[in-house]
């Protein structure tokens, strides 16, 4: 759960145990787990840093669409097109 401020969830035995099996409660029954906000993905192109709220980028030039690139990973990957 992403937010400010205090929230209440309130849930039975049985999800208990379903969110105890899948690690999110603990056997106390609170929450052992916490998500995080989405981020836009970020990448670099010939050295120049772009930002999307998409992991699918469409690569452009000179208005012409060169390539459409799903970003699946974090780390550095060179990428190569051979217009050949």
Same mark, same amino acid.
């Given at each position: 759960m992403v937010g400010t401020g205090t929230s209440t969830v309130?849930?039975?035995k049985t999800s208990d145990a379903v969110?105890? *099996?899948l690690g999110i409660l *603990? *056997?106390?029954g $609170?929450?052992?787990k916490v998500l995080q906000a989405t981020q836009d993905a970020r990448y670099t192109v010939d050295g120049a840093a772009f930002t999307s709220g998409s992991n699918t980028v469409t690569l452009t030039e000179n208005g012409e669409n060169h390539a459409t690139v799903t970003l699946t990973a974090t780390? =550095? $990957?060179v990428v190569s *097109?051979? =217009?050949t």
């Open positions: 309130k849930h039975d969110m105890q *099996n *603990n *056997n106390g $609170r929450y052992v780390g =550095t $990957r *097109n051979s =217009t």
